[in-house]
C-alpha cells in the first residue's frame, strides 16, 4: 500500500512540476509533518541534540532493494529526407534511446511487474538527470514497476570523438585540440 501511495504521490509530482509533500497515510499525528518529522517528542533518534549516534527509523519506509538498469534503443521512424541535400539520416540514428530501470533479478529473467512508467527529461536535459528518480521508483515500489526514462534522439548526434581520445591519452587538450582547432 506505501509503495502504490508513494508512486501516486512520485507521479503527480513528476507531471505538475511542483513541490509535493509524501506524507505517510498511517501516520497516527497528522500535523502535517513529514514522517520523522512530528518534533522531539515522536522518540526519533534524529534530533540535532542525541548523542546515541543511531537513527532508529532510518530507511524504515525504504527498502533496500537491488536495482540493475541498462541503456537500450527502440528503432524509431525514417524521418523525412533533408530538404537541402536530399539526404537520408543514417539508420544508426534513427532510434529512441532509453534508461530501463527494473528489479535486479541476477541472471534470471525480469519478473513481471504491474505498471511501466516512461519518464521525459525536461527540455535542454538528458535521461541522467532522472537516474535517482527513476531507480527509486523501482525501490520504493519493491519491483513492482520499471521505469524508463526516454533519451533525447540528438544525444545520438553528439561528436563525443574529441573527449574520448583525450580519455584515452590521459590529456584534456586533445579535446581542446579537437573542438576548437579542428585538429583530428
Known amino acids: 500500500m506505501k509503495a502504490r501511495f508513494f508512486l501516486l504521490a512520485m507521479a503527480a509530482f513528476l ?6 509533500c509524501v506524507c505517510n497515510p498511517d501516520d497516527a499525528s497528522d500535523d502535517g509533518a513529514v514522517d520523522g518529522d512530528d518534533g522531539p517528542e515522536d522518540g526519533d533518534d534524529d534530533a540535532p541534540d542525541d548523542d546515541a549516534g ?10 533496500s532493494f537491488p536495482v540493475t538498469w541498462e541503456y537500450r534503443y527502440l528503432d524509431g521512424g525514417v524521418p523525412a529526407k533533408n530538404p537541402l541535400t536530399g539526404t537520408n539520416t543514417p ?8 534508461y530501463r530501470f527494473r528489479a535486479d533479478t541476477l541472471d534470471d529473467p525480469p519478473r513481471p511487474v504491474h505498471a511501466v512508467l516512461i519518464l521525459l527529461p525536461g527540455f535542454t536535459v538528458g535521461a541522467n538527470s532522472l537516474v535517482y528518480t527513476a531507480k527509486s521508483l523501482v525501490e520504493m515500489s519493491e519491483g513492482g514497476v520499471e521505469v524508463w526514462v526516454v533519451d533525447r534522439r540528438h544525444h545520438l548526434l553528439e561528436d563525443l570523438h574529441g573527449f574520448y581520445a583525450a580519455e584515452e591519452a590521459g ?4 579535446a581542446y585540440k579537437y573542438y576548437y582547432r579542428g585538429k583530428k
Open 15 to 20: 507531471l505538475a512540476g511542483s513541490a509535493a
Open 54 to 63: 543511531t537513527d532508529d527509523d532510518a530507511d524504515d519506509d525504504v527498502p
Open 91 to 98: 539508420k544508426e540514428y534513427n532510434k529512441i534511446p532509453y
Open 171 to 174: 590529456d584534456p587538450r586533445l
